[in-house]
Nanobody, 118 residues
Framework: VQLQASGGGSVQPGESRRLSCKAS????????MAWYRQAPGKQREIVAR???????TYADSVKGRFTISRDNAVNTVYLQMNSLKPEDTAVYYC?????????????WGQGTLVTVSS
């Protein structure tokens, strides 16, 4: 059971970036998936979540700018980030929550760094 995050990098304010999280060892269609982030000196916070049945929720700070989605065919979750701001700079982690038909414990990806700076 593993999550592999990718897509981080350096962007300028106002630009877009898409993060990917490839799952192995389990099916994301049965799992609640989420993206978290941790900025320097701050606690990890949830950014977006997609339930196994498809409902999505977002942190107030990213509503209208970020979109979480998944492609069950390739067992991958995405985070499309638009209109990026310097305060979005953080290490982004994907997560699979325990669920009856999904994983039995929290699973974390390794993190991918997004830097927003002019």
């Amino acid at each position: 059971v593993q999550l592999q995050a990718s897509g981080g990098g350096s962007v300028q304010p106002g630009e877009s970036r898409r993060l990917s999280c490839k799952a192995s060892g389990f099916n994301i269609r049965s799992s609640h998936m989420a993206w978290y982030r941790q900025a320097p000196g701050k606690q990890r916070e949830i950014v977006a979540r997609i339930a196994n049945v498809g409902g999505t929720t977002y942190a107030d700070s990213v509503k209208g700018r970020f979109t979480i989605s998944r492609d069950n065919a390739v067992n991958t979750v995405y985070l499309q980030m638009n209109s990026l701001k310097p305060e979005d700079t953080a290490v982004y982690y994907c997560n699979a929550e325990p669920s009856p038909f999904g994983v039995s414990r929290n699973v974390w990806g390794q993190g991918t760094l997004v830097t927003v700076s002019s």
